[in-house]
Structures are given as C-alpha cells and as structure tokens.
C-alpha cells in the first residue's frame, strides 16, 4: 500500500516485514501502556480511561515518543527506530517513512473504536427511564448544556480573546455528561435507583445528544471558517431532525430492523446488522455535512429498542474494548503538552485558560444540580456532582477538535486539563459526600445501567 | 493521512469527509454483499464463508469493479466514483486517488480478522480430544498432508512446467482441512462423538498445524525467489521450533498467563490480554522470518489451555465475525477470473490445471481416510470425505500466497476453484454418504465443537 517513490530501495517482501513489524510493535505498545496505567487508576478506584489518556501522554509526542501521529511534526524515538530497522534489515529513515505511512490504518481502527463507543453510547441510553424522570433530568440538562457553553465561550472570547470557532468549540466540549463514570460510581455506592440517580442519568442523556448536536454544527461550521448565519441554522436544523429522526426511529424501525434480523439465518447476523446500520447513518449524518460521531450516536439510539439489544450490546462490548483504547491512547498521544509547562513564561496563559475552563466546566454543572424543581426533597449537590465527569465524552469531543483543526496547542491541553480534572474529581467527591449516607429508596442496581461503557469482555 | 501532492486542490475537511465516506460505503458493500450471499448459501446447508468469497467475486475486480484493491489495477466503477464525487462535492479523479490511498487501512482490517481468525482456530484446538485419538488421527494427517503436497506439486512441476516455488505453493494450499466445516456438518448429523468424527478433528487440527508450517516456510523461501538448501533447513527448523514450543508453552505458559491476567482489576483485562499474546506472538514469528499467521495460530494454540479459554473464545468472536468477512471478500475481490474463462483459449490451461488441483485436492483427501490403522470397524469414505474441505483455511492460505506475489493469476484462480470445489463438495457427498446410517455410538453434540469458527454473535 506504500508509494514505491518512497521506498525504492528495499524489496517488496522487507517492506510488508516492515510494516507487519511496525503494526504489531505499535500495537503491543498502546496496549502495554493503557493497560498499565488503567491497573494502577482502578486500584485508585478511578476510572480507567484516564489511564489510557494518560498512557498515550506517556508514550506519546509530549512523553517517550514511541508513539507519534505524524501531524505532530514529532521524531519517532531511535529506540524504536533501531529495533525495527536492525530485525527488518532496512535503513532507520525507511522506518519513519513507514511509520508514518501505515499510520492511517491505525487512525481507521481508532475511528472504528469512536464510532462503536458512541454506537454503545446511544444503545445504552435507557430512554423508557429518562421518560420517568422526564422534566427534571431535562431541566438538569438544558442547565448543565446552556450554562458551561456560554460562560466557557464567552469568558474565552472576552476575557481571552480567543476566536469566535475556538472558543465556541470549547465551550461545546464543556457540554457532555460521561454517563459510564457516574454510573458506575453511583452503582458501587448503591444510589443509581435513587431520585437524584435517576435524573443524572437522564440528563447525561439528554446532554450527550444536545452536546453531539452542538458538537456536529461546530466541527461543520470550523470548516467553513466563517460564522454566517445561514449555514448555521441548516447545521442546527439538521442536526436536531437527525436525532430526532432517530429517536422516532427507536420506535418506529427497530422492530422493522428486528424483522429483519429474524429472517436471518446465517451466523453472526444481529452483530452484522448492527454495524450496517451504524454504517448507514454514519453515512447519511456526513453526507448531510453532520459528524460521522453523530451518526453513530443515532444507531445506538436507533438500535436500543430492538430486542436483540442485549444480544447487540455483547457483541460491540470486546470491539469497544479494543479499539476504543486505541483512540483514548491516540488523543494523549497526539497532545503537545509542552505549551503548559509551568517554567515557560509564554505557557503561563495557557495554564491561566485551563484553569477558567476548570472552574467554569465545574460552576456550570453543579449549579445545573439546583435545576431540579420539585416537591420532592432532592440532594441538589449529588445531582450536580453527578454532571461533572467529562470523561471519555469529553475526550471524543477533544479528538474530534483536534482532527479538524480547529484548536490551537494552548486550548487543547486547556480543553484536556479540564477533562481529566472533573473526571478525576467528581467520583471522590461524590465518594466525599454520599459515603455513610443510606441510598433514600431501593438500592438495587441494575447490572447494564452500572457496567463501565468501557469495559471488555472482563 | 493522505499525501498532498495527491490532492492539492481540495480542503481538508472535504478530503476528511471524502475518506469517510469512501471508508463508510466500502464497508457497507462489502458487508451487505458478503451476508446476502451468506444468506443464500445457508439456505442450501452450505458454508457461508463461500458465500463472503463469491460476494467479493462479485462486487470486486472481475465482477462489479465496486470493491477494487489498488494492485490489481482495475478502474472503480464510475457509479462509486460519481456517487461519491456528488456528494463529497470533489473531482472523480480525487475519489479514485483517495480509495486507493485508503485502501491500506481495509488491508489492516483484513489481516486483524485473519490473525483473529487463526487464533480462535488455535483457541479452538482440542489437544486433549487428539491424543485420544492420537495415532490413527495422526497417520491420517500426514497422509492427507503428504499426498495432495506431493502429487500437486510434482504434477504441476512435470505436467504443467509451473516453476518451482508456485508449485510449491500450490501444492501446500491443499494440504490444510477446514476443521469448521467438517465439524459443523458432523455436528449437525449427529456425527461428531463417533470415532470418524474424532479422528477428522484430531487430523483436521494436526494438518492445519503441518500446513501452517509448510505455509509459513514456503512464502519466506518464495520471498528470497530461489530454492536453496539451508535457508529451507534452517525456516523448517524455526517453523516446527516455534509450534512446538507454542504446544508446549500451552501446558506451561498457560497457567502463567491466567495468573498475570487474575491479578488484572480494570475491565476487559482478558480480551486485552490474549491479543498482547497474539501481538507478542505475531512479532516473533515475523522478526524470525516467518509468517506473522503462524504467531497468531501459535497464541491460540497456547490460549486454548488457558482458564479464560471460554471467556477469551466469546470475546474474540465478534471480533472475528466482524473482520474475518473483510479478509475472504478481499480475497474474491482480488480475483481475475478473466483468466479462467472457458471462450477466451488462452484460459483453457488454467482451467485444465484447476481441474487437476481440483482431482488431487479429492483423491488426495479421501486417500487417506485409508490411513486409519485400527482393529475397529472404521468407514474410511466418510474420514476421507470428512478430510476434503479446504474451507477458510484454503481461503488464508491463497490470501497469503496472492499479497506475496508468489502466484500468477492462473494458478490464482484454479487454488480458488479448488478450495471452492472441495468445500461445496464434501458437506454434499457427506450428508449423501451419512444420511439415514445412525451414529455407531453416542450423538452427544459438544456446543463448543459444533460451532462455525465464522460465526459472530447470533
């Protein structure tokens, strides 16, 4: 697959030693350093996609350089470069070339991770509880949306700055809701069947379609370059019908889709079924000039009401396991953290953004905690809590950022900063503030609700 | 990804949406032509991995030019080109650069369910259920090893004046059984607990190992162009080394294994674990000069003693279902079949030497249902029936033998009609031969040994 200009010197058969050599190298070392990182994070009763973020830090452009996306202009570490070129036999200059060349099937299973992570986003989104818990976890969510993303987006702008795409773009980051995290924290302590359980779990819902929406119309408007307003509202109506589109479809087309598979006899079929329609609405969602992201979160949506979803769900779970890593690994790898390096003077700004977008990303949610307006005693402050966690929603929405281009360094390690912190903070403070305290109802919690998104097959 | 040079008058963004739509359509094709075919050859009791191959016959190179890998040179259809260029708003010209650019990363694809899918045929190994029936399974599978190498590879040589190292070649792609389509149709008559049953398991494991040794030599000799006498010595060596060192490693290493894999706390520990295993297995093979397909037969070899062994098997099935079908319709798609079309009388010496592989490929089979030396009553048609199908394994072996350049199109297409043949041929005389004559003994259906190596989660 290599242009031979590249290359003339070596045969064809060192070439495919090479490249088989690089692959597998690559791949033992993304999953040797996630795997490392994510043991010790659990031990700290943390999540485990931090240690993959972190993982891709540590070997990656900012770290080791074992691992460097070739946008990042970064040298690949001679450690590397020796070993391939003394077991292939081919000059260390041929490796590089390699490296970067093959370095777009990486990227292809990175998105197949993405979009099977998002496709079991949507799959797990309980829309019959959200309905239960309907007008307060939405109240939640509007808050929780509308508040980061102005305060972010204006602070950026006003007292930073920033252009207009930019720091909309952060303001969208600052959106999302990491359903997995809170969940799983609110399941280990016994309160995801509570009242204040209940609506985070519907408002991180419901702000994992508004942030992917908000998400869709900002990546496509950053390609313009330009905020016009036509192409706005096209975006935004586009978008909305999408997912409104699908969540009628949840309804509607799932039990057509299940007819389908049903007539089905070959093995393997409900797995196959699933990815054709993630295939398909990736498709229409980027043909409309939406988010491939997008698409995929609608198939979940789509395919969470079809009765094989259990079934489905198994079946994307070792998938998710595997790839979605590589694409954790890949956004640290792909950081330049040396723009936050306190002893730079010139880093010093960006250290200043990423403490704003800190604060804000926690002010934002946990006053969305006191959004709930009922009769019923509510504990405003685990609500909010609740809200905080960016987690791996957050870190799809700075990978999708950092592909398009449309953030600079600063506001990348700005953008990461306030990820890994709420991720980090909300569970012990949740731990903090729920531990001693008896769940108020039931406690009995359901195994898919509680189950990591990003767990394999464990 | 994309080299500029290629592209330059196109903004990234539409390249970036181009390459996902590309990406996306090309996954759609190759998934909903592989299952339609897969539907209609499980209707007539027939394995639905021919039904992959014909799908890729069809849409690929000597079919519907839908699916066309870039070396074989073959213009893309201009309803993919145009559908493409519309709605990613770019030239043609472009969409057929980017397809080809992109290519690399469905190739990566291919090979991660080839080496899925070999090691799940290791996973799947049951040493245990062989040295029950270890002597007679083994002089079956050095006979239906031996035979069909030897006679085709002398045949082609004396009869055909085919050089040396395609002979060679061609005759190893005979050598190799397709243990899941025998099971499956001995598993569903009943079969698969009577001492044929067992005897072609235990052959059908054995073989795939000497046919993956003979394999593994053969392209790493081919890829020196010429037949000297200690390279062979020296890759025999390595290659018998290496398996029984992974057959020993599966007693010893086993248990090492699960423990490192107990002590692991974050989710998915065991998926992950096993394809470090792979990869580290991979990596080996291919640094030593052999084939990375060896490593990851040998990592399922070791696995299969592992505890997990359920666990590991159950995650890696989606896996394999998912990519596994990408490798056999790349494999049809690479096919010129022009060369085998009876009109054209430059075609008829391919056709005539398939019809000899395909005469071999039989004799040489059924010859060794013979091979069982035993007092008991034994049906050796239905061990020698049982022998014939090349199946999936037949299939990896052409794959392999087309990407290393080694074979010509003509010996291309007649190893295809040959693995095609045997595998629609031996399940038909099979069920002819076995139905209505009860099992002599017990027909207790093992789940795990009855189970298609292709299926994903149904």
């Given at each position: 697959?290599?242009?031979p200009?590249l290359?003339?010197?070596?045969?064809?058969?060192d070439?495919?030693?090479?490249?088989t050599l690089?692959?597998?190298?690559?791949f033992?070392?993304?999953?040797v350093?996630?795997?490392?990182?994510a043991e010790?994070?659990?031990?700290?009763e943390?999540p485990?996609?931090l240690?993959?973020?972190l993982a891709?830090v540590?070997?990656?452009?900012?770290?080791?350089h074992?691992?460097?996306?070739?946008?990042?202009?970064?040298?690949?570490?001679g450690?590397?470069?020796?070993?391939?070129a003394?077991l292939a036999?081919?000059?260390?200059?041929?490796?590089?070339?390699?490296?970067?060349e093959?370095?777009?099937?990486l990227?292809?299973v990175s998105?197949?991770?993405?979009?099977?992570?998002?496709?079991l986003t949507g799959?797990?989104?309980?829309?019959?509880?959200?309905?239960?818990?309907?007008v307060?976890?939405?109240?939640?969510?509007?808050?929780?949306?509308?508040?980061?993303?102005?305060?972010?987006?204006?602070g950026?702008?006003?007292?930073f700055h920033?252009d207009?795409?930019?720091a909309?773009?952060?303001g969208?980051?600052?959106?999302?809701t990491?359903i997995?995290?809170?969940?799983?924290?609110?399941?280990e302590l016994?309160?995801?069947?509570t009242?204040?359980?209940q609506?985070?779990?519907g408002?991180?819902?419901?702000?994992?379609?508004?942030?992917?929406?908000?998400?869709?119309?900002?990546?496509s408007?950053g390609?313009?370059?330009?905020?016009?307003?036509?192409?706005?509202?096209?975006?935004?109506?586009a978008?909305?019908?999408?997912v409104?589109?699908?969540l009628?479809?949840?309804?509607?087309?799932?039990?057509a889709f299940?007819?389908?598979?049903?007539?089905?006899?070959a093995?393997?079929?409900k797995?196959?079924?699933?990815y054709l329609?993630?295939?398909?609405?990736?498709?229409?969602a980027?043909?409309?000039?939406?988010?491939?992201a997008l698409g995929a979160?609608?198939?979940g949506?789509?395919a969470s009401?079809?009765k094989?979803r259990?079934e489905?769900?198994?079946?994307?779970?070792p998938?998710?396991?595997?790839?979605?890593?590589?694409f954790?690994?890949?956004?640290?790898?792909g950081?330049d953290?040396?723009?936050?390096n306190?002893?730079?003077?010139?880093?010093?700004?960006?250290?200043?953004?990423a403490?704003?977008?800190?604060?804000?990303?926690?002010?934002?949610k946990v006053a969305?905690?006191?959004?709930?307006?009922?009769?019923?005693?509510?504990?405003?402050l685990v609500?909010?809590?609740?809200?905080?966690?960016r987690?791996?929603?957050g870190?799809?929405?700075?990978?999708?950022?950092?592909?398009?281009?449309?953030?600079?360094p600063?506001?990348?390690?700005?953008?990461l900063?306030?990820?890994?912190?709420?991720?980090f903070?909300?569970?012990?403070?949740?731990?903090?503030?729920?531990?001693?305290?008896?769940?108020?109802?039931?406690?009995?919690?359901?195994?898919?609700l509680?189950?990591?998104p990003?767990a394999?097959a464990?």
């Amino acid at each position: 697959m290599l242009l031979p200009t590249l290359l003339s010197e070596i045969s064809s058969h060192d070439l495919e030693v090479a490249e088989t050599l690089i692959g597998v190298l690559r791949f033992i070392l993304i999953f040797v350093a996630a795997r490392t990182l994510a043991e010790v994070l659990v031990r700290f009763e943390l999540p485990t996609i931090l240690g993959e973020l972190l993982a891709g830090v540590i070997i990656g452009a900012s770290g080791l350089h074992l691992l460097v996306p070739p946008e990042t202009q970064v040298q690949l570490s001679g450690v590397f470069t020796d070993a391939i070129a003394a077991l292939a036999h081919i000059p260390g200059e041929d490796v590089t070339a390699i490296y970067d060349e093959s370095f777009g099937a990486l990227r292809s299973v990175s998105n197949l991770g993405l979009y099977s992570l998002l496709f079991l986003t949507g799959l797990e989104s309980e829309l019959d509880e959200l309905m239960a818990v309907g007008v307060q976890a939405f109240s939640v969510a509007v808050v929780g949306v509308v508040l980061p993303f102005a305060l972010g987006t204006l602070g950026l702008m006003t007292i930073f700055h920033v252009d207009a795409i930019p720091a909309i773009f952060a303001g969208a980051s600052m959106t999302a809701t990491s359903i997995g995290i809170t969940a799983s924290v609110f399941g280990e302590l016994g309160y995801l069947r509570t009242r204040e359980g209940q609506i985070v779990i519907g408002a991180a819902v419901l702000d994992d379609i508004l942030g992917i929406v908000i998400l869709a119309i900002v990546v496509s408007l950053g390609a313009g370059g330009s905020l016009e307003i036509a192409p706005i509202i096209r975006l935004v109506v586009a978008a909305v019908l999408f997912v409104v589109v699908a969540l009628v479809l949840s309804r509607k087309a799932a039990p057509a889709f299940d007819w389908v598979v049903d007539q089905l006899k070959a093995p393997g079929s409900k797995l196959v079924g699933a990815y054709l329609l993630l295939g398909a609405t990736c498709f229409a969602a980027t043909a409309i000039g939406l988010e491939a992201a997008l698409g995929a979160f609608a198939a979940g949506l789509i395919a969470s009401a079809s009765k094989h979803r259990h079934e489905i769900q198994a079946a994307v779970m070792p998938i998710v396991g595997l790839f979605a890593t590589v694409f954790f690994v890949l956004v640290g790898a792909g950081m330049d953290l040396s723009v936050i390096n306190p002893s730079d003077p010139a880093a010093r700004s960006a250290l200043v953004i990423a403490g704003f977008l800190f604060l804000v990303a926690i002010i934002g949610k946990v006053a969305a905690g006191w959004a709930v307006f009922s009769k019923e005693k509510t504990n405003h402050l685990v609500v909010g809590l609740g809200m905080m966690p960016r987690g791996e929603v957050g870190l799809i929405f700075l990978g999708l950022g950092t592909a398009s281009g449309l953030l600079n360094p600063g506001l990348e390690a700005a953008i990461l900063l306030m990820v890994i912190g709420t991720t980090f903070l909300a569970p012990v403070l949740l731990r903090l503030v729920l531990k001693g305290k008896p769940p108020e109802d039931g406690n009995e919690v359901p195994e898919e609700l509680a189950a990591d998104p990003m767990a394999g097959a464990s």
